[in-house]
């Protein structure tokens, strides 16, 4: 592949994009320092890691999109996986941590299915 220079705008715009989601990134990992319990720590890095991955993925999509002449599907695949693995990881990340809690006795929230079950009589 033959790498062309990109016009002034699209250079900066391609640049934004990755600035942004470097940007993100930062908030994200000073959010992760500033607060206190694990429950408080998990939303950041999935809303982090998705908000910083798609403004990659922007950036990505247009330079390789104007590199190659087409459009650059591979981008768009990689950051729906990426949109669809971080929340369900963080999904099964704070079940296990609220089943261990509970476990250990810590003052967490109820399972919602011991009093659905217990108000049933199943």
Not at 36 to 43: G, I, S
């Amino acid at each position: 592949m033959n790498a062309q220079a990109l016009p002034l705008w699209l250079d900066i715009m391609v640049s934004v994009f990755v600035l942004a989601g470097a940007v993100i990134a930062l908030l994200g990992s000073w959010g992760l320092l500033r607060l206190k319990t694990y429950f408080e720590r998990v939303h950041a890095p999935a809303i982090i890691a998705t908000m910083g991955c798609w403004c990659v993925m922007h950036a990505s999509l247009v330079y390789f999109s104007v590199q190659e002449g087409v459009l650059a599907l591979h981008v768009l695949l990689i950051a729906l996986f990426i949109a669809i693995t971080v929340p369900v990881t963080g999904i099964f990340l704070m079940r296990a941590a609220l089943f261990r809690a509970r476990r250990m006795g810590k003052n967490v929230p109820a399972s919602i299915s011991r009093s659905i079950t217990g108000r049933t009589g199943m």
